[in-house]
Structures are given as C-alpha cells and as structure tokens.
C-alpha cells in the first residue's frame, strides 16, 4: 500500500533537478498566466488603428533592453569577484571552467546574462529594421515594450527563486511576442505575404 501511494505522488509532482517538485497546480498557473499574456497579445493588436507613433520611440524600448542586460551583467560581475575574494570560490575556475563550479547563486547572473545574448539580438534587429523603414505602429510599439518586460521578469524569477515552470512560461511568452512582432513586421513590409 505504502508503495502504490509513493508511485502516485511521484506521478503528480515530478522531482526537478534542484529538488523542486514540479505540480500540476504549477502547470495551471502557468496555463492561467498564458491565457492572460494572450489576452494582452489581444489587447496590443487592437492598437494597430490608432495613428502610427514617431520611429523614434522604438528607441525607448531599445535602451530599457540595454539598461536590463548591463544591470544584469555588472550584477554577474559582483557575484563572481566577491566569490573569487571570499576564497569561496577558487578563481582558477574561471581561466578553465574546469573543476568544483561555484555554487548555482553566484552563477544565476551569469546564465541570465548569457540568455540576454540570444533572443534580445532579434529583438535589437527587429527595431532597427522597424526604425529605419519606418514600417511601425502603437501595437509593435506595445509589444516591444512588453518584450522587455517579459525578460525583466524572466531575468527576475531566474535569478530570484528559478522556480523552472514560472522561468518557462517567462522565457515563453517573451519569445511569442518577438514571434508576433517579426510577423507584424514582415505583413508591414512586405503586404503581398
């Protein structure tokens, strides 16, 4: 009997591998949070209507995306050093990154930074493409800044508490808006797609 019990709690809440159980009331909030992001996708498109704003303010957006990735950065860069002075972590690590790697904290920053180098790249391009042609409006303008936001907080809840569910669906719904904003993009420029 003890045994049947055990293999359903394994089945209800999977282990990850930092020992957070994974339940199926987290993949509801997740599914509750998913429902509203594509309500404000919804809300966004709506805007579309209204007269488009000046091409300067993507430029809003772009530095906010830059202020994120160096605060994120110089934050990497405080934990490594005051790791490496406290002896807690042996700075030969970082000539090899071989050996005892330092404790998941301290390299939280690094790997936030490190996927502030990937998707925000197309979300860079996508801007300046916007701002040179000129092919922009209010609902490219509200998803460019709710991109940014979304890697605020993804950038938030990963180095925060990297609970792993709440990371996916940041990590997610940022991707989706920068998917819609490229589609947009295209449509604009390119009306015969």
């Known amino acids: 009997m003890a045994q049947a019990s055990s293999s359903t709690a394994e089945s ?21 949070l998913l429902v509203v992001f594509i309500g404000l996708l919804t809300y966004f498109g709506q805007l579309a209507n209204e007269p488009a704003p000046s091409p300067s303010l993507v430029l809003g957006p772009v530095i906010a995306m830059g202020l994120l990735i160096a605060i994120v950065w110089l934050l990497m860069v405080v934990q490594r050093t005051v790791a490496t002075m406290r002896s807690g972590t042996a700075s030969a690590y970082y000539v090899t990154y071989c050996g005892t790697a330092p404790a998941d904290s301290i390299e939280r920053p690094a790997r936030a930074f490190n996927n502030l180098m990937q998707l925000p790249m197309l979300f860079h391009i996508i801007c ?22 979304l890697r605020a907080l993804h950038v938030i809840v990963y180095i925060g508490w990297n ?9 997610s719904m940022g991707s989706i808006t920068l998917a819609v904003l490229w589609a947009r993009f295209a449509i604009q420029a390119w009306p015969g797609l």
């Open 12 to 32: 209800s809440a999977a282990q990850s591998p930092l020992g957070q159980k994974v339940t199926l009331a987290d993949y509801r909030n997740v599914g509750l």
């Open 128 to 149: 300046v493409l916007m701002f040179v042609t000129q092919h922009f409006d209010r609902a490219q303008l509200a998803y460019c800044w709710l991109f940014v936001a």
């Open 163 to 171: 609970v792993v569910t709440y990371r996916f669906a940041t990590w």
